[in-house]
């Protein structure tokens, strides 16, 4: 089925998602234009991405991650959804922050406990030490 007969969350929007990311896109308005925009939100890490000067074939200009107001803000018929997942996801969000800072804990333990640094790439000569 062709992307433009599938109902969005807007018109002229197009959504599909997976289990991780939920995909918005705004198709060019005519097949030479690149014109195109696209916002990938991640609801459970609280983060999103902006696509910009998307093509028929679906290359993409420019891409960077934004705030959710940011975008609500360039692109104002996506509000209603960006706050429902927004808001649908906030136990998710606080609960990969809270992994996200264990891990990171793990991460330093680690390093500290094998030495990890610049010099334990080197080989020292003993007779210099």
Not at 22 to 50: C, N, W
Not at 68 to 77: F, L, N
Request: hydrophobic share 35%.
């Amino acid at each position: 089925m062709p992307l433009r007969k599938l109902a969005g969350p807007a018109p002229g929007w197009v959504q599909t998602s997976d289990g991780f990311a939920t995909l918005v896109l705004r198709l060019p308005s005519t097949p030479d234009a690149q014109d195109g925009l696209g916002v990938i939100f991640y609801p459970g890490i609280g983060k999103s991405t902006l696509l910009t000067g998307i093509d028929r074939f679906g290359g993409v200009a420019l891409f960077r991650r934004q705030a959710y107001g940011q975008i609500s803000a360039q692109c104002p018929e996506l509000r209603a959804v960006l706050r429902d997942c927004w808001k649908a996801d906030e136990k998710k969000r606080r609960k990969a922050r809270q992994e996200q800072k264990v891990l990171r804990r793990r991460w330093k333990k680690a390093e500290q406990e094998r030495g990890d640094n610049v010099f334990s790439f080197f080989d020292t000569d003993s007779w210099v030490m």
